[in-house]
Nanobody, 123 residues
Framework: QVQLVESGGGLVQAGGSLRLSCATS????????MAWFRQAPGKEREFVAA???????NYADSVKGRFTISRDNAKNTVSLQMSSLKSEDTAVYYC?????????????????WGQGTQVTVSS
């Protein structure tokens, strides 16, 4: 069964760092683009970062300079290194995949989703 599994979430103080990982099955990783989205309580799911098969990247303005997305094609994993965390980064973070060379920022552009991992930043 094709799936994405996130890990690495937790509780961290403001200014701290966390690294999220997304493990994928092979058939998913042959798709070109992977992304991270997040959803805070009472808010819509929003784009965080995306990476193409050839490691082109795109970031939401709110995380530029603080978050870094990367992928290991040999291990079929995607990671999100988060630094200088703020209370407003608190959310459930989701890994997503899509087929194609582009790295869009809309949820509807991605067709495979993980179950999410909670990130809580205390101020």
């Amino acid at each position: 069964q094709v799936q994405l599994v996130e890990s690495g979430g937790g509780l961290v103080q403001a200014g701290g760092s966390l690294r999220l990982s997304c493990a994928t099955s092979g058939p998913i990783f042959s798709r070109n683009a992977m992304a991270w989205f997040r959803q805070a309580p009472g808010k819509e799911r929003e784009f965080v970062a995306a990476i193409s098969w050839i490691a082109g990247t795109n970031y939401a303005d709110s995380v530029k300079g603080r978050f870094t997305i990367s992928r290991d094609n040999a291990k079929n994993t995607v990671s999100l290194q988060m630094s200088s965390l703020k209370s407003e980064d608190t959310a459930v973070y989701y890994c997503a995949a899509r087929n194609g060379g582009q790295i869009p920022v809309t949820t509807g552009s991605y067709d495979i989703w993980g179950q999410g991992t909670q990130v809580t930043v205390s101020s």
